[in-house]
């Protein structure tokens, strides 16, 4: 039996689509986002999957939540390394999420 990725090949956030690309070595993420990042520019999110899909999930939720910020243009959520202090927050937003998800059995 062939073994399916759980994680999507593209998404949409906002009428935007996103490119999705997966990593497992962590060294493709940079010094500065080793396990994810995204340009609303390109239409692309990179995500390390190096530390299981739940850790994926929970780095694609932290990435859409940069992306609606760009596009809405919600300050504290844009992505911006000169300015986003609240990367922090955004974390922890994104974990709280995805395991709101994943215990109700929303993500796969």
Avoid: Q
Wanted: proline share 4%.
């Amino acid at each position: 039996m062939k073994k399916t990725n759980p994680l999507p090949k593209t998404l949409n956030v906002m009428g935007v689509t996103y490119r999705m690309f997966y990593y497992d070595d962590i060294a493709k993420g940079g010094p500065d986002e080793p396990f994810g990042f995204m340009s609303t520019k390109k239409g692309e999110m990179h995500i390390y999957t190096g530390n299981g899909v739940n850790f994926a999930w929970s780095t694609i939720l932290h990435e859409i939540l940069h992306a609606i910020g760009d596009l809405a243009r919600i300050g504290i959520l844009e992505y911006d390394d000169s300015k986003n202090r609240n990367h922090a927050e955004i974390d922890c937003l994104a974990t709280v999420l995805a395991d709101v998800l994943l215990r109700n059995n929303l993500l796969r």
